[in-house]
């Protein structure tokens, strides 16, 4: 089986009987763990550069959840479409679009997610719902994040 780790996975592990698969990984994950201690050995891991294509499909799923993902999350996720692999993480956001294009997941650490949900954003002072990250428009105050209600 093919497991495409992120930087959680890398760093904290994976379950023991996976870790004879083919580990495929991106190289901004690499850069982003730097000299942080990892249980992985990186020699172990794959480096590889998602083709196009496959960025370009995850994107569209984020923008219908607005999940806010970083470029090295977006690479995770193509990597598992285009290797059609399992990815390694403890990030809701990676899981979340996982779940929604049908990836399977191994949570790392953490209880995954058990549903799909969609993101709002809020302000902590004075609760004005968002429906994107940014400043409060009334009282400046940095948005939250949480899951939206159905
Ligand atoms: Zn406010």
């Known amino acids: 089986m093919n497991i495409i780790l992120d930087a959680s996975a890398i760093i904290n592990g994976i379950p023991i009987n996976l870790i004879k698969g083919r580990l495929i990984t991106s190289p901004n994950v690499i850069d982003e763990i730097g000299k942080r201690a990892n249980v992985i050995p990186i020699e172990r891991v794959e480096q590889r550069i998602p083709k196009e294509r496959f960025i370009e499909k995850v994107k569209k799923e984020i923008l219908k959840t607005r999940d806010t993902l970083s470029k090295t999350d977006i690479e995770i996720i193509a990597l598992a479409l285009e290797f059609k692999g399992e990815i390694a993480t403890d990030d809701y956001g990676i899981q979340n ?11 790392v650490g953490e209880v995954g997610i058990k549903k799909v949900f969609e993101w709002e954003w809020y302000c902590p002072a004075c609760f ?3 429906k994107g ?11 939250k994040r949480r899951v939206k209600k159905s």
């Not at 679009?97 to 949570?107: E, Y």
């Not at 990250?133 to 948005?143: A, H």
């Open 133 to 143: 990250p940014g400043i409060c428009e009334v009282c400046g105050t940095k948005l």
């Open 97 to 107: 679009i996982a779940k929604k294009i049908g990836i399977n997941f191994i949570p």
């Open 128 to 130: 004005r719902k968002y």
